[in-house]
């Protein structure tokens, strides 16, 4: 028998194959760079480029000249907001949302704890007034902590990732996968059970959620049966202390409010 | 890409690229023909191709469509029996037992799970760089990894248990 890594390894070995020969590589390097290499084969649709550019162009125009005649007609302001409205907010690692607080909790960086040897990353956090977000990955979960039985085999031997959570709300304020119930002025204090998979029947972790209000910036976890965090005394409360950072949506444009990164460290 | 930033990036990618499309195919002459096609079509996309980050994905998706042409012309069907097989005696030696059944198993993987293999070992590719070929997360390429290997390794040893 033999480790998850040895066993990579020797797949690794099956699908080895050769590397090319050092003659092709010249001769296709010296083809490919010869002056008249890309000109040829940027003559293969001339034409259709040039047509794509004038289309674009086209349609970038006309857009421009919709815009200003509309601000015109319905004044810039309802335009911008009916923009706004229209576009959802890229959260990063979340995805498309309709945020439209004006204040709003993100998180300063990505951030990284490690509980008993496993190892929890939050990629995003973001929270209004109106939801929260985040995406949170569970790393180097120890093979004696598989508890599935038959089927799939849930966690994993050799440091890979095995599972993200992610909560997220519908439009119309429905959980999507795990949520917070909004309150006005933050969300402080609201405690909801999520199963994080549906496979792991057994995990329950409840989620009790930064407050945008009361500038809170802990995010507190209670995970329930899950033999790792599992004491004599029972369930274990993983405390997060994120380093959160109070903005201002108003005051970002478009352009930043659709390109809002969480910094990588 | 100007002229000199398409010559590096070639030298640092023809090899991988080169071995993904090998495992694959299986056979020298049309892979070097596929690579060939493959560095062409970068090269012509390049001068409009911004995201230098992205370029690696974006070679590799390329020569995935090649090589999906190439068996589409070629009016075959990819087994992954097929091309592993090339060199099966010294390349059986490594596994020992548990061998055939995983041979079984490779069969029954997905398009999908068959690229994800190929990318990784043959392609020699971050799971980073395999999430943009593949349009999806990193942790989403990772969990799928991770599942697949537990999988092929639990039916290999299995196999072995049973010998």
Known sequence: ?265 | MKEKKFAKFYRENITRVYRYILARVGNKADSEDIAATVFMKALQGAEGYREEGKAVAWVFQIAHHEIVNFYRAAKREETIQETLLIGFNEKLAVFENGFEALLDEFSLLTDEERNLLYLRFSGELAFGEIALILGVSEGAVRRRYSRLIQRLRAISISDERRR
């Open chain 1, 1 to 265: 028998m033999f480790g998850q890594q040895s066993f990579e390894r020797k797949l690794a070995t099956l699908f080895q194959s050769e590397s090319p020969d050092v003659e092709f590589v010249n001769a296709l390097e010296n083809r490919l760079l010869q002056p008249s290499s890309s000109t040829s084969y940027a003559l293969d649709e001339p034409l259709d480029y040039q047509r794509r550019v004038t289309l674009w162009k086209s349609v970038a125009i006309g857009a421009c000249v919709l815009l200003l005649l509309l601000s015109f007609v319905m004044g810039p302001k309802t335009i911008w907001a009916s923009l706004l409205d229209w576009f959802e907010v890229y959260l990063p690692k979340v995805g498309f949302s309709r945020v439209v607080s004006e204040k709003g909790l993100v998180l300063a960086e990505k951030t990284e704890f490690v509980e008993e040897g496993v190892c929890f990353v939050f990629e995003s956090f973001y929270s209004t007034s109106e939801a929260t977000f985040f995406a949170l990955d569970f790393y180097d979960l120890p093979v004696y902590l598989n508890t599935s039985e038959g089927g799939e085999m849930l966690l994993n031997y050799d440091d890979m990732y095995v599972l993200e959570v992610q909560l997220s709300w519908d439009k119309d304020g429905e959980a999507t996968a795990i949520s917070c119930v909004p309150t006005k002025g933050g969300i402080l204090g609201s405690k909801h059970d999520f199963d994080p998979m549906a496979r792991l029947q057994n995990w329950h972790v409840q989620f009790e959620c930064a407050a945008i209000d009361e500038g809170v910036n802990q995010v507190e976890f209670e995970i329930q049966q899950l033999p790792l965090l599992l004491t004599d005394k029972g369930p274990e409360v993983i405390r997060f202390d994120l380093d959160l950072k109070e903005v201002d949506l108003t005051e970002l444009d478009a352009v930043e409010l659709l390109e809002f990164e969480v910094i990588e460290k």
